[in-house]
Nanobody, 121 residues
Framework: VQLQASGGGSVQPGGSLKLSCTAH????????VGWFRRAPGKERERVSC????????YPSDFVKGRFTVSRDDAKNSVYLQMNDLTSEDTAVYYC???????????????WGLGTLVTVSS
């Protein structure tokens, strides 16, 4: 059983990246999925969440209008499309799952390894 975030990398300010959260060994569609990040020297914070059915999302204020979370159950994956990136978005990004809808990072029971996003000119 494995949850893996991927798609990170280096990008210039104003650029875009698409992160993937892929499940191996279980059905991701059975879970709510959250995206979180930890920037250097800062606490982990919520980026956005999506319900197991995909009918609810909960983006944090600092990503509204820039980041979009979506899911593709056929690919057993959840995505985070990130546009108009700034240096403030530099962080390790994680995905996590929970059996019920929850928006707090403390409510997520299983975490995957993170992927590093660096925004720099």
């Amino acid at each position: 059983v494995q949850l893996q975030a991927s798609g990170g990398g280096s990008v210039q300010p104003g650029g875009s990246l698409k992160l993937s959260c892929t499940a191996h060994g279980f059905t991701l569609g059975d879970y709510a999925v959250g995206w979180f990040r930890r920037a250097p020297g800062k606490e982990r914070e919520r980026v956005s969440c999506i319900s197991n059915s995909g009918d609810r999302t909960y983006p944090s204020d600092f990503v509204k209008g820039r980041f979009t979370v979506s899911r593709d159950d056929a690919k057993n994956s959840v995505y985070l499309q990130m546009n108009d990136l700034t240096s403030e978005d530099t962080a390790v990004y994680y995905c996590a799952i929970n059996t019920i809808w929850v928006t707090s990072l403390f409510g997520y029971s299983y975490w995957g390894l993170g992927t590093l996003v660096t925004v720099s000119s």
